[in-house]
């Protein structure tokens, strides 16, 4: 009986087209997302697969400019030599904020005031008007313009008794544009504190808080 010595070898070219084909096969799953296009020179370039666009829209937590009330910080170009006490505020040319306290000097005499929280004298504001069309970037117009100045507010709530619900964890502190320099914050009912600097020159200068309500129409 002749011996088959021929069997082996085609056991053994199965075994290498097994092999190669499995090869093929793990190239493919790896190459998943990625597709190989031909360049004008002959050679194979690899083209990503696009990224998986998700159907829900991104989230924006931040204030737009568009959806709130702008303030631009203004000053009506005085010295700080005319003020025997801090620099008068006035809110959108039509109100002038309080300031409960203050730490001012005049020529080497220093005024320290101290009042009422802002939740406390809500009585004592002055509503600001900010829906008029004629004035679409109010001012915070000071007598000299401050060196430094920040801006927290707090929206006004009311229950059904009447009874004010807003507490000072409410307060938000804002941060300027930083091109621009104006304040933004949600048109709403809302108590404005701004807390403005001055450095002192020529024996004046100091600080001083400016409390005013914001919202509402005019009449």
Same mark, same amino acid.
């Given at each position: 009986?002749?011996?088959? &010595? &021929?069997?082996?070898?085609? =056991? ?19 190459? =998943? ?10 050679? +194979? ?17 931040? =204030? ?6 702008? +303030? ?28 409960? *306290? ?21 009585? +004592? +504001?002055?509503?600001?008007? %900010? ?17 430094? =100045? *920040? ?31 104006? %304040? ?5 009912? *809302? ?29």
């Amino acid at each position: 009986m002749q011996k088959r &010595w &021929w069997i082996p070898l085609m =056991i053994l070219a199965c075994l290498l087209w097994a092999v190669s084909c499995a090869q093929k096969g793990a190239e493919e799953v790896m190459g =998943i997302g990625v597709r190989p296009a031909a360049s004008g020179t002959g050679e +194979l370039v690899v083209v990503e697969a696009p990224e998986p666009v998700s159907g829900e829209p991104e989230q924006d937590s931040g =204030i737009q400019p568009a959806e709130g009330l702008r +303030l631009h910080v203004a000053g009506e170009g005085k010295d700080l030599s005319v003020c025997s006490r801090p620099p008068q505020l006035t809110v959108a040319g039509c109100a002038n904020a309080i300031h409960p *306290s203050c730490t001012w000097t005049a020529d080497g005499a220093t005024m320290i005031a101290c009042g009422m929280a802002p939740l406390d004298m809500l009585d +004592l +504001l002055e509503t600001v008007p %900010f829906d008029t069309p004629d004035d679409p970037v109010p001012e915070l117009l000071f007598e000299v313009e401050p060196d430094r =100045i *920040s801006l927290r507010f707090a929206l006004l709530e009311w229950d059904e008794n009447g009874e004010l619900l807003t507490d000072y964890d409410d307060f938000t502190e804002l941060t300027p544009d930083g091109k621009t320099g104006d %304040f933004t914050f949600p048109p709403a009912d *809302s108590v404005v504190e701004i807390n403005a600097e001055w450095d002192e020159r020529d024996g004046f200068g100091g600080h001083a808080l400016y409390v005013f309500c914001a919202g509402g129409s005019a009449e």
